[in-house]
């Protein structure tokens, strides 16, 4: 019992992993956020399940300004102290085009597959 | 803020600092800045009106940004970019492993051989194959050359012949044990290079040596041994054999 479990924490970790930048990416289109609005559109719009540490966002933030896939600039805020404001490069613009697509193609594929497998086809 | 409070963040910041060192050096100070700013903005969120934080909405809002000590490791494999795709897993059980792992954190086995197994399964190898070769040769010359073997009796040639084949024998498939890392071939190797220093022990004792050459290549190998064993007990560890 407590190796499935761990079986399917191990899972999860790894599919959120690759899918908390394609969200990050997701949020970011068209406006810019820094990383506390960014923790808590996830937890909002996720309604809860993508309950991602936070501190795993700025790490992968970091790393994805590394690639050229957001760029990040301190900005003055209204009621509020500087913040690090995050928003997508060209670079992360086409990338998430193409990663959606991607995407909807997979999740489309694995979906046919988990259901014909699960009644025995 | 309550000077408990203040020392509560005071502390988070100073352990993310500390797991940032060697990591992200040049930007140390910015990332601080920046988990600094989402801890205010967070207690301040989670805070109506002007009431001053309390001590377990500051705590409740540094456990959801998780571990410091994690962060440093987190932002290490972010630091690495493209390496993270091809991230390293444990040969033995599959978890991922951080950048700088010895040793897997899930089941404990090492991530990768020391250099010093390497070279003593390497070196076991070619003697193994050199002594099977060497073996060969030996028993089937007296037939390629159509008379007796000139030096040994008969009866010691079939003992030499089957010496060097046998020690051969053992050496090779020890020397493939090291390599792979198998507790046979930790085992394997501890045994023959005890027989090794024991012969070589023996005859420098006993007199069976003569000349000059032979006491020094006994000297050698009785050092040898002795230095591989010391470090293969010291590597026990790399094999799984735990004690």
């Known amino acids: 019992m407590i190796a499935l479990e761990r079986s399917i924490d191990q899972w999860t970790t790894q599919a959120r992993k690759g899918t908390l930048q394609l969200c990050l990416m997701a949020l970011l289109k068209g406006r810019e956020l820094y990383g506390y609005e960014i923790a808590e559109y996830v937890e909002r719009y996720s309604e809860g399940e993508l309950a991602v540490t936070e501190g795993t966002i700025y790490p992968l933030l970091h790393r994805m300004e590394n690639d050229g896939v957001v760029k990040s600039h301190w900005k003055e805020s209204t009621g509020g102290p500087p913040r690090r404001y995050y928003a997508l490069t060209i670079k992360g613009e086409d990338l998430l085009k193409r990663i959606l697509g991607e995407w909807k193609r997979y999740t489309e594929a694995c979906q046919r597959i988990t259901e014909r497998g699960m009644k025995g086809e | ?243």
């Open chain 2, 1 to 243: 803020m309550s000077e408990e409070i203040d020392r509560l963040i005071r502390d988070y910041l100073e352990n993310l600092k500390k797991s940032l060192r060697g990591i992200a050096e040049e930007n140390v100070d910015e990332v601080v800045r920046e988990i600094r700013t989402h801890i205010e903005d967070a207690v301040r969120s989670k805070t109506e009106g002007e009431r001053p934080p309390e001590l377990q909405t500051v705590q409740r809002v540094l456990e959801k940004l998780g571990d410091p000590k994690r962060y440093g490791r987190e932002l290490a494999i972010a630091k690495m970019g493209m390496k993270l795709d091809k991230a390293k897993y444990c040969p033995y059980c599959g978890a991922e492993l951080a950048p700088r792992d010895v040793f897997c954190a899930e089941c404990g086995r090492p991530t990768e051989k020391p250099i010093g197994v390497y070279i003593i399964s390497v070196l076991s190898i070619l003697a193994g194959a050199s002594m099977i070769f060497r073996g060969a040769l030996l028993f089937v010359s007296p037939y390629m050359m159509r008379r007796p073997p000139l030096v040994f009796g008969m009866e010691n040639f079939i003992i030499v012949v089957m010496l060097e084949l046998v020690i051969g024998g053992v050496l090779l498939p020890t020397g493939i044990g090291l390599w792979k890392l198998k507790k046979w071939g930790w085992c394997t190797a501890i045994v023959a290079s005890i027989l090794i220093f024991g012969n070589a022990v023996y005859d420098l004792i006993g007199g069976a040596v003569v000349t000059h050459l032979r006491t020094t290549s006994m000297i050698v190998a009785a050092t040898m041994t002795t230095l591989i064993l010391l470090y293969l007990v010291a590597r026990r560890k790399f094999f799984g054999i735990k004690w």
